[in-house]
């Protein structure tokens, strides 16, 4: 396909690559700690995590139900608005979110919802086992506890809350995590209800389901002390190490997920919500930190070309496309009540394609507000500086003259359900006023791909105030104490004994995500080596759930259950690796069955031996070649008796007896 350019012959592309140049951009892959240090990298965690417990945090539903997306009995519908908060002050995210102007409707399961979660009933005491289970990782991130806990209320109004808000309290301040080479500080834990899941977000329709609202869910926030993306997911892993190896959480997709909190030298807070897997984390961070870095160059730029940026001004015109004669014809121009607007913006060439994220420009940052505050589904826009397909040299021709714009300008069209356009030319013109400024304070949604799209205006602290429905608990010193002998042990501690136990290094991310120290430490008890032990959960376990369908009845202490069974039998420990498989799908099984399932026969050494002069005989007719070689012949004989020795005899001393024949 032949390249396209925009009016003069400008094209987005290479204005995007040389953009990119200017800010001195690295891939994530090539970056180093340097490159961090140039653009001033700092970064810090919230890390949100369910606690497991019967119970929803202020109601008595229960807690770890879900149900499919159509699995409902009831539909409720909400149109949110904004309060004032203690001080008369109306929170940004709440206003934008009234902007939008959104039906939220909530699909209720009568077996996880009840009239609390739709803001009918008053809030129950809270659930005194998450209490607990918060205080006790507090304790473990070396928080001072306070003196007595406050209910608050944080307001939120896109709907992921039927109330309009979440019900949270500080437990614990100023606490610490030891990384590899430094140490992180923790600003707090708050104990929360969760959230409702999002099933779609459709103009102005959104749709939640509400099994999950309620659930009982620790924050843990940590100062912005990471300087790398590197040292972020190491305190991203080392948190959610810590909060599992409590055993009080719940695990699996969505049971743990975290909010990154990004910014550059001369940039600002900007959240990225919801990141579900912290592999993600280094490429995100690493993307908003340089697109931070990207706008501030946009800053410049135009502070140079207004030395006063209220001189800025936006101008447009309702068109018709066909009446133009354009070449771009938005296809949803034939569907009624659609219009079509022309927007000049004075003195933006070279911005609308500027770099902010690979494969993205300042264009994205203007189309994914048209889609959030808007509501207007993309595609929404475009202009002379698009990257694939920018107005043509014609069509730029044409608006140019209509708008009567000069070679410095920049062109767009937006286009959308006419009862939306009005916000939308509010949004485009607010968003560039806001590039004079630098870097907007904002939350952002995480992508696969390792970039993000704009989701809110940050929220400020006009948005929380006191719950005037939940009294003040106290907490007694003999009550923490108590809490306190029960803590397990450090994560760093935990690392300190997969080394000596001289177990792979390779094993520590899953031993530690799902918490099997403990088992280690009981297999060792009944007889086998650290190492043994750490390496047959590490990568045997792991390969096994790589592979298999884990029944729902299976537990890791299932585990130590068939060591037990081999120590009692007298059988070696290595059977475990053919049992594990079994046991994994069938956990109810009878372990003297799973033995007779694989196949095995007790024998004793000398029956394993009998065979072996006739075995070395028959080597030296099939690998004549090969005969000579003591080692060749050992291995081979091995091969030949592997199945029935195992769990009869010491492969090694079985290994030995061989030897001693040849």
Not at 52 to 70: D, M, V, W
Not at 142 to 162: A, C, F, M, W
Not at 188 to 205: A, F, N, P, W, Y
Not at 209 to 226: A, F, N, S, Y
Request: aromatic share 8%; net charge positive.
């Amino acid at each position: 396909m032949k390249k396209k350019t925009s009016q003069s012959g400008f094209d987005p592309r290479k204005n995007y690559q040389q953009t990119l140049k200017e800010i001195g951009y690295v891939s994530r892959h090539k970056a180093k700690r340097s490159d961090y240090e140039r653009i001033g990298f700092k970064s810090g965690l919230e890390v949100h995590q369910q606690l497991k417990t019967k119970q929803k945090l202020f109601c008595r539903c229960p807690a770890g139900i879900y149900h499919e997306s159509n699995d409902y009995h009831a539909e409720i519908i909400r149109h949110m608005r904004p309060t004032l908060s203690e001080m008369g002050e109306y929170d940004g995210t709440a206003l934008m979110e009234f902007k939008t102007r959104k039906d939220i409707i909530y699909r209720l399961n009568n077996k996880t919802a009840c009239t609390y979660e739709i803001d009918d009933t008053p809030p129950f005491p809270i659930n005194r086992e998450a209490l607990e289970y918060a205080l006790e990782i507090s304790l473990l991130s070396k928080l001072n506890i306070v003196g007595e806990v406050h209910i608050t209320r944080k307001q939120y109004l896109d709907g992921s809350i039927p109330t309009g808000f979440q019900r949270t309290a500080i437990l614990g301040v100023e606490g610490e995590i030891q990384l590899s080479n430094k140490k992180i500080g923790i600003l707090q834990l708050s104990i929360e209800e969760d959230s409702c899941r999002e099933i779609s977000d459709i103009g102005h329709t959104r749709i939640y389901k509400t099994d999950r609202l309620g659930m009982p869910l620790i924050e843990t926030v940590t100062h912005p002390q990471c300087l790398t993306p590197d040292e972020l997911r190491e305190a991203a892993e080392h948190i959610r190490f810590l909060n599992r190896s409590t055993g009080r959480v719940r695990t699996g997709m969505g049971a743990g997920r975290e909010d990154v909190n990004v910014s550059c030298t001369g940039g600002t807070r900007v959240e990225i919500k919801g990141v579900a897997h912290n592999k993600w984390i280094p490429e995100l961070s690493h993307n908003e930190a340089f697109r931070q870095w990207a706008l501030l160059n946009i800053r410049k730029k135009l502070l140079e070309r207004f030395s006063d940026p209220k001189q800025w001004k936006l101008e447009w015109q309702e068109i018709s496309p066909k009446k133009l004669n354009l070449d771009f014809i938005p296809t949803v121009t034939q569907k009624n009540n659609v219009k079509v607007v022309a927007i000049k913006l004075q003195g933006f060439k070279g911005i609308l394609s500027h770099f902010t994220q690979p494969g993205k420009s300042f264009s994205n940052e203007l189309a994914d507000r048209l889609k959030v505050i808007a509501c207007i589904e993309r595609p929404n826009m475009t202009s002379t500086e698009e990257l694939h397909q920018p107005l043509s040299k014609a069509d730029s021709q044409k608006l140019s003259g209509l708008l009567q714009s000069t070679e410095y300008d920049a062109i767009c069209v937006i286009w959308g359900p006419a009862e939306d356009i009005p916000t939308a030319i509010e949004t485009v013109e607010e968003r560039c006023m806001m590039a004079f400024e630098g870097v907007p304070g904002e939350t952002r949604k995480s992508l696969p791909d390792g970039t993000t799209i704009f989701e809110r205006v940050l929220p400020g602290a006009d948005r929380m105030y006191p719950d005037t429905d939940s009294p003040p608990i106290p907490l007694q010193e003999e009550y923490i104490e108590k809490l306190r002998k029960r803590i397990p042990a450090e994560v760093s501690t935990r690392f300190a004994q997969l080394k000596g136990w001289k177990i792979p290094v390779d094993t520590y991310t899953f031993i530690m995500k799902r918490n099997l120290v403990p088992i280690i430490e009981q297999l060792v008890e009944l007889g086998a080596t650290g190492r043994y032990a750490g390496t047959f959960l590490g990568h045997t376990l792991k390969h096994i759930e790589g592979t298999m369908t884990m029944h729902n009845d299976f537990n890791y202490q299932r585990i130590v259950e068939i060591f037990k069974f081999l120590k009692k039998e007298k059988l070696e420990f290595n059977l475990a690796e053919y049992m594990l498989p079994i046991v994994f799908e069938y956990p109810n099984m009878d372990l003297t069955s799973v033995l007779t399932s694989i196949g095995f026969k007790s024998r004793t050494k000398d029956e394993l031996l009998a065979p072996v002069d006739y075995l070395i005989e028959k080597f030296k007719e099939i690998k004549t070649s090969k005969a000579d070689s003591k080692e060749i012949v050992v291995s081979w004989v091995m091969g030949q008796l592997h199945k029935q020795a195992v769990g009869n005899v010491n492969l090694k001393d079985l290994r030995k007896a061989i030897e001693t024949k040849i």
